[in-house]
């Protein structure tokens, strides 16, 4: 055996004593996706952990996905291999700033991406990921304000979306696709006139892509501004030569696998998340080995965020 056979055995053998299901974002390292049991988005791995039959849940990707699946699993065990692995767009806003703001719009809905602590979730009416935004603010009344936290530029996304000028948005982002500018999709478009264009709407190019589409730099009908599965969807039956994938590089791994015949190039090459690429091999198989390290998430706080989550699960079903 290789040595990459032996720890993919080891996680596997590791899984099964555990009764562990191991679960993976698309943004995780190629080895980590390629071991895991599932490999998905946000949504789907919080339906997969909401569902799943086994005692322990092991989350490949960031602590704030590891808290979700901890909110919709309350007795299970859920593991992440390191709870150093946080995220920058989650760590743009608190508790008690969403209290603050909330005092500022009373009677106003509080819808938080899922890229936010429990103790903001708490804090939230419903939750929302980037595949279904637009539907979850749809579900609120047309006539009550909303407060969209904390990515402005998912928000503004809904905003174009929905075509409602009373969801106010928070200002953060994500470092990671904050750096995936207009200027770079712009230049590789110009080098690839004929190419299809994935978009994650959290990128700072999101509102320009949607804007040059409207001036005819980007194909309108060729821009797809799609979450992390709904770019998986939309290069299931592509037959472009080659499409512009404008989110974290992780995700050209699954793009890769679901469609050979296309070319999937990165609009930024270096738009790597530091914080997804912290899970390791290693520290997956010491994950299993030592039950390290465990979610715990404050009673009080996870039965509050628990019911945002569960909002959202329930929309769309
Ligand atoms: P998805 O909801 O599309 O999986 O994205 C999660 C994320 O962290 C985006 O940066
Ligand atoms: Fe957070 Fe950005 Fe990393 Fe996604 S890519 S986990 S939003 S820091």
Same mark, same amino acid.
């Given at each position: 055996?290789?040595a990459?056979?032996?720890?993919?055995?080891?996680?596997?053998?590791?899984?099964?004593?555990?009764?562990?299901?191991?679960?993976?974002?698309?943004?995780?390292?190629?080895?980590?996706?390629?071991?895991?049991?599932?490999?998905?988005?946000?949504?789907?791995?919080?339906r997969i952990?909401?569902?799943?039959?086994?005692?322990?849940?092991?989350?490949?990707?960031?602590?704030?996905?590891?808290?979700?699946?901890?909110?919709?699993?309350?007795?299970?065990?859920?593991?992440?291999?390191?709870?150093q692995?946080?995220?920058?767009?989650?760590?743009?806003?608190?508790?008690?700033?969403l209290?603050?703001?909330?005092?500022?719009?009373?009677?106003?809905?509080?819808?938080?991406?899922?890229?936010t602590?429990?103790?903001v979730?708490?804090?939230?009416?419903?939750?929302?990921?980037?595949?279904?935004?637009?539907?979850?603010?749809?579900?609120?009344?047309?006539?009550q304000?909303?407060?969209? /936290?904390?990515?402005?530029? /998912?928000?503004?996304?809904?905003?174009?979306?929905?075509?409602?000028?009373?969801?106010?948005?928070?200002?953060?982002?994500?470092?990671?696709?904050?750096?995936?500018?207009?200027?770079?999709?712009?230049?590789?478009?110009?080098?690839?006139?004929?190419?299809?264009? /994935?978009?994650?709407?959290?990128?700072?190019?999101?509102?320009?892509?949607?804007?040059?589409?409207?001036?005819?730099?980007?194909?309108?009908?060729?821009?797809?501004?799609?979450?992390?599965?709904?770019?998986?969807?939309?290069?299931?039956?592509?037959?472009?030569?080659?499409?512009?994938?404008?989110?974290e590089?992780?995700? /050209?791994?699954?793009?890769?696998?679901?469609?050979?015949?296309?070319?999937?190039?990165?609009?930024?090459?270096?738009?790597?998340?530091?914080?997804?690429?912290?899970?390791?091999?290693?520290?997956?198989?010491?994950?299993?080995?030592?039950?390290?390290?465990?979610?715990?998430?404050?009673?009080?706080?996870?039965?509050?965020?628990?019911?945002?989550?569960?909002?959202?699960?329930?929309?769309?079903?």
């Amino acid at each position: 055996h290789s040595a990459r056979t032996t720890w993919q055995a080891e996680v596997h053998r590791l899984a099964r004593e555990r009764d562990a299901v191991v679960l993976a974002h698309n943004y995780q390292d190629p080895a980590i996706q390629d071991v895991a049991d599932h490999v998905g988005d946000s949504l789907e791995l919080s339906r997969i952990a909401a569902s799943t039959d086994a005692s322990t849940i092991v989350f490949c990707g960031v602590h704030f996905m590891a808290e979700t699946a901890k909110l919709l699993s309350p007795d299970k065990t859920v593991l992440i291999p390191t709870a150093q692995a946080g995220c920058s767009l989650a760590d743009t806003i608190d508790a008690d700033q969403l209290r603050s703001w909330k005092a500022q719009h009373p009677g106003a809905a509080v819808v938080a991406y899922v890229n936010t602590s429990a103790a903001v979730k708490a804090e939230a009416d419903v939750c929302c990921t980037s595949s279904n935004a637009v539907d979850v603010v749809n579900s609120i009344p047309a006539d009550q304000p909303v407060l969209f /936290l904390p990515d402005q530029f /998912l928000g503004a996304h809904v905003r174009r979306q929905t075509g409602r000028d009373n969801v106010h948005v928070w200002m953060g982002e994500c470092h990671v696709h904050a750096g995936i500018s207009a200027a770079d999709l712009r230049a590789q478009v110009a080098a690839d006139p004929t190419a299809e264009v /994935l978009v994650h709407p959290e990128c700072g190019c999101a509102s320009s892509a949607i804007w040059l589409a409207g001036v005819g730099d980007l194909p309108a009908d060729r821009t797809h501004i799609v979450s992390t599965s709904g770019m998986l969807a939309t290069a299931r039956g592509m037959t472009a030569k080659t499409a512009l994938v404008a989110t974290e590089i992780g995700m /050209l791994h699954q793009l890769r696998k679901v469609n050979q015949q296309t070319t999937f190039l990165p609009v930024n090459p270096k738009a790597s998340c530091r914080f997804m690429k912290m899970i390791t091999p290693e520290l997956l198989v010491r994950c299993l080995r030592e039950g390290r390290d465990e979610i715990e998430i404050p009673l009080d706080v996870a039965e509050r965020a628990r019911q945002s989550v569960e909002r959202m699960i329930a929309i769309g079903r």
